[in-house]
């Protein structure tokens, strides 16, 4: 088989991703009533894709969606799709929505199937910047943001306010405490402690977050899973800004003021160890 510039699927289908056509009674559509995942493929490689498939099924069971599969099928799915696509290096998405019905809020009968979209596209390779500028921003979102939900307005929100100031991520603040970012988590370094807020419903449970706190038990990196400041956030060693698709961003402004930039040599050790476990 041809292989493709980049792929689509949803429920069996597979075209071009300006092809795929989906029903607009897919709930997505009108409720954003599904969940999500994105991942990196590296040599033709989805990387981590455990940990996307068991966060995939919990925030599924957190919303009360059905999956008609397991984990291991869907893997197999994703893997022979990442096949498809001409370049080894991708960006990986797919998400879950609660089926295709007439608009109700209520949840549609139990026969109604849920619905799997998926698309890969090239992607440009591993982006590790140092010269990322973050813009604080009040914390207004719902109380799961442990569920990887489609419902992302306030993040949507956030992430322009970023872009109209300059800057390439919102950093979300809570009762004066740092939860994430917009699109990230957001950790710190502080006299050679790595710090970031701990896992429960007011952040979402980053697989890059997890990499980066085994990769410091592997370093010797000490580690205090806490909340922190704005103003610890300021005045850090280091402000590590992770994702799927950017691992290990290196912030240097907060609210236009100067910040972080005093550890390298700690954050190249992680970055390191990242660039070794993707290339093995």
């Known amino acids: 088989m041809e292989k493709m510039k980049n792929l689509a699927y949803y429920n069996g289908k597979i075209t071009l991703i300006d092809d795929m056509m989906i029903p607009a009674n897919d709930r ?10 994105a991942a990196m493929v590296y040599n033709h490689k989805i990387f981590a894709l455990q940990d996307h498939l068991d966060r995939m099924f919990h925030s599924a069971e957190m919303v009360r969606i059905s999956l008609p599969y397991t984990k291991e099928e869907v893997g197999a799915l994703l893997s022979d799709l990442v ?3 001409e370049s080894g290096c991708q960006f ?16 549609p009968s139990a026969e109604i199937s849920s619905n799997l979209y998926v698309y890969s596209k090239p992607w440009k390779g591993v982006e590790m910047s ?30 322009q306010a970023a872009k109209e ?10 009762d004066g405490l740092v939860t994430e970012g917009a699109h990230s988590n ?15 419903n007011l952040i979402l449970p980053g697989t890059e977050r997890k990499h980066m706190l085994r990769y410091c038990g592997e370093l010797g990196i000490p580690v205090e ?15 590590i800004v992770s994702s799927t698709s950017h691992p290990s961003m290196r912030a240097m402004e907060v609210d236009k003021k ?4 005093k550890n390298p040599e700690l954050v190249q050790k992680l970055r390191d160890r990242y660039l070794e476990e993707i290339n093995q």
């Open 130 to 159: 140092d010269e990322y500028r973050l813009l604080s921003v009040k914390d207004t979102r719902f109380l799961h943001c442990n569920i990887k939900t489609l419902n992302l307005l306030p993040n949507v929100m956030a992430a």
């Open 28 to 37: 997505g559509f009108y409720f954003g009533d599904g969940i999500y995942e």
């Open 225 to 239: 899973e806490r909340a922190f400041t704005l103003e610890e956030l300021m005045d850090a060693d280091e402000i």
């Open 83 to 85: 096949l498809k696509v």
């Open 258 to 261: 100067p910040a972080g930039m």
């Open 186 to 200: 957001v950790s710190i370094i502080k006299d050679g402690v790595f710090i970031t807020h701990p896992l429960d």
């Open 92 to 107: 990986l998405y797919w998400q879950v929505t609660r089926g295709t019905a007439p608009r109700n809020h209520m949840f």
């Open 165 to 174: 100031a300059g800057c390439q991520e919102a950093v979300f603040v809570r």
